[in-house]
C-alpha cells in the first residue's frame, strides 16, 4: 500500500540556518502531496501541497518540488525562525481524501 | 468559522472508566476523521466517516473503542472500558472532497486522555 518515509528528528538548527527535512513516498499511482506543521499543543495544519509532478508547493517561505522520478518532496526553507520550531508531517492522498502521513520530523531551532 | 471543535481538552479517568470524545466539525464538510497520536505509534488513523457513514474503521484497535457520526455536526469516540495503554492525544479531522481540487484536512486541537 502506500507509504511515506521521513527522516528521523529531531532536526535541531540556530536561527536563520537553512532547513531540508527528507520525504520520500511509495504510491501506485499519481498521489497529491502535502506538508503538514503541528506547533505545540495544538492539532496538524495544512503548510502546503502539490497536486502533480514538478509542482512546488510554498507557503511562509516554505517550500518543496514534487520529483516524481525520484518520489520525494523534500521540505526547505532558506532561513529558519525559533518560531518554525514543530513537527513537521509529510503526507499523500491518492484515492479518495484519505491520507497517509509520514512519522513525522521535529524541528527545534535555537536562538 | 471556528474551526474543528473537540471537547473535552484534557480527560484523567480510571482505567475501567467508559471515556466520550466529542468533536464538531466544520460545518459544509463532509468526511470526518479520528486520529491518535502516541511517541511510540504516531499518528494513526482510528475510523473515518463520509455524509455520517463510517468508511473505514480498520485502525481501531479492538472492540472498546467505538465511534458514531449521528449528524453532520457532531461525532463521538468512546472507549469502553478504558485502559492505561489508550493514553494519547485524540484528534478529529474534517474535510471536503472537490472535484478539481483538495482542501485538505483541518484538525482540531486534539483531547490528551490519560488513563490511570
Known amino acids: 500500500g502506500d507509504s511515506v518515509t521521513q527522516m528521523e528528528g529531531p532536526v535541531t538548527l540556530s536561527e536563520e540556518a537553512f532547513l531540508t527535512i527528507n520525504c520520500t513516498y511509495t504510491?501506485?499511482?499519481?498521489?497529491?502531496l502535502f506538508w503538514y506543521v503541528q506547533y505545540p499543543g495544538e492539532g496538524l495544519q495544512l503548510l502546503l501541497k502539490?497536486?502533480?509532478?514538478?509542482d512546488k508547493g510554498s507557503n511562509k517561505g516554505f517550500e518543496a518540488t514534487y520529483r516524481k522520478e525520484t518520489t520525494s518532496f523534500h521540505l526547505e526553507k532558506g532561513s529558519v525562525q525559533v518560531s518554525d520550531s514543530a513537527v513537521y508531517f509529510c503526507a499523500l492522498v491518492e484515492y479518495g481524501n484519505k491520507l497517509v502521513f509520514g512519522a513525522g520530523t521535529i524541528l527545534r531551532v535555537k536562538s | 468559522d471556528a474551526g474543528v471543535i473537540q471537547s473535552p481538552r484534557h480527560e484523567v479517568t480510571e482505567m475501567g472508566q467508559e471515556v466520550t470524545l466529542r468533536c464538531k466539525p466544520i460545518s459544509g464538510h463532509d468526511y470526518l476523521f479520528w486520529y491518535r497520536q502516541t511517541m511510540m505509534r504516531g499518528l494513526e488513523l482510528l475510523i473515518y466517516f463520509n455524509n455520517n457513514v463510517p468508511i473505514d474503521d480498520s485502525g481501531m484497535p479492538e472492540d472498546r473503542f467505538s465511534a458514531k457520526m449521528p449528524n453532520a455536526s457532531f461525532s463521538t469516540l468512546k472507549i469502553q472500558p478504558s485502559e492505561p495503554r489508550d493514553s494519547a492525544v485524540y484528534f478529529c479531522?474534517?474535510?471536503?472532497?472537490?472535484?478539481?481540487?483538495?482542501?485538505?484536512?483541518?484538525f482540531g486541537s486534539g483531547t490528551r486522555l490519560t488513563v490511570v
Open positions: 479531522a474534517s474535510s471536503r472532497q472537490g472535484t478539481n481540487e483538495y482542501y485538505g484536512y483541518t
Open positions: 504510491a501506485t499511482g499519481y498521489p497529491s
Open positions: 502539490a497536486t502533480k509532478a514538478d
